[in-house]
């Protein structure tokens, strides 16, 4: 299974981007999945997750302007970001927890991060 994301870059304050990361490879069902960021010198940090029904989470501080989505068809999940901040400046990381097969296990995969840079 690999996840491959897409959509980083570098924007002004203010401006949007829209990330992608979909899956490839033995997927049987996502469970869940997510995006998570890491700024330099600080922890990843979760920002957004999406489940197989579509219940979603937002980090308190990208609430409001962050929106995450899915297409279980293409077995893709997307993140909306508007109104970026300095702030937000981090390497984004999609992450996906699910069934290889029909018969497990259920799997946790990280994709390779993609560069977020908002200048002020």
């Known amino acids: 299974v690999q996840l491959q994301a897409s959509g980083g870059g570098l924007v002004q304050a203010g401006e949007s981007l829209r990330l992608s990361c979909g899956g490839s490879g033995s997927i049987f069902s996502i469970e869940r999945m997510g995006w998570y960021r890491q700024a330099p010198g600080k922890q990843r940090e979760l920002v957004a997750t999406i489940f197989s029904r579509g219940s979603t989470n937002y980090a308190d501080s990208v609430k409001d302007r962050f929106t995450i989505s899915r297409d279980n068809a293409k077995n893709t999940v997307y993140l909306q970001m508007n109104s970026l901040k300095p702030e937000d400046t981090a390497v984004y990381y999609c992450?996906?927890?699910?069934?290889?097969?029909?018969?497990?296990?259920?799997?946790?995969?990280w994709g390779k991060g993609t560069l977020v840079t908002v200048s002020s």
């Open positions: 992450n996906a927890e699910l069934w290889p097969t029909a018969r497990g296990p259920l799997s946790n995969y």
